[in-house]
């Protein structure tokens, strides 16, 4: 899987339910990627999307606690043994885990790459990314020019992990999640 997440100075993704900015190019870039693709998020993110509507083009996946909470056009998990379910026939690179801050850190685990528009500004915030650049199981391996937007300075990013936490294929990870479960019980 691949994170993507416009970041501040701080890491920080978001406040009160709402993305920090809105940079034309990172938008652009975001649709590129994940357009026709799988995207992941959690049911705060939805809620932000224009009319709470799925993002168009995409297969929209929810991963939310309340077993209720359905939406059309969207598929809805409340576990990531569920999640890893519906989505173990999906090539790994075709899946984008996209906010918020919770589910970011549940799948980061999950993730071999993150796509990250860092920009140089500090937003007040209360929702972030983990902190890749200090995260020693993470390494950026790509950094774009430097990019203006108005008075904003910004670069794409793109951090690769030096290893997988959890090795083998999906099947494996099947196998290891339900372990977990199990002796969780």
């Known amino acids: 899987m691949r994170a993507i ?12 339910g709402q993305l920090l900015v809105s940079i034309p190019a990172d938008q652009r870039f975001f649709r590129g990627e ?36 359905s939406i059309v056009d969207a598929e809805t998990v409340q576990s990531i043994y569920e999640l890893m379910e519906l989505i173990k026939d999906v090539k790994s690179e075709e899946v984008y885990v996209i906010g918020g801050q919770s589910v970011y850190e549940q799948l980061l685990p999950y993730c071999d790459e993150a ?11 209360d929702a972030y990314f983990p902190n890749l650049d200090e995260d020693e199981e993470w390494k950026c ?6 990019e203006t937007y108005w008075d904003l300075e910004y670069r794409f990013c793109v951090y690769k992990r030096k290893k997988k936490l959890l090795t083998g294929d999906r099947e494996e990870c099947l196998d290891e999640l339900k372990n977990v479960i199990n002796n969780k019980s």
């Open 34 to 69: 994940t357009l026709g693709k799988t995207v992941i998020l959690g049911r705060k993110t939805m809620d932000t999307f224009p009319g709470g509507r799925p993002l168009k083009s995409r297969r929209n996946i929810i991963l939310t606690r309340d077993p209720n909470y």
């Open 115 to 125: 796509y990250i528009t860092k920009i140089n500004y500090e937003y007040q915030a």
């Open 5 to 16: 997440a416009a970041v501040d100075k701080n890491w920080a993704i978001g406040n009160r």
């Open 141 to 146: 391996v790509s950094v774009s020019e430097e």
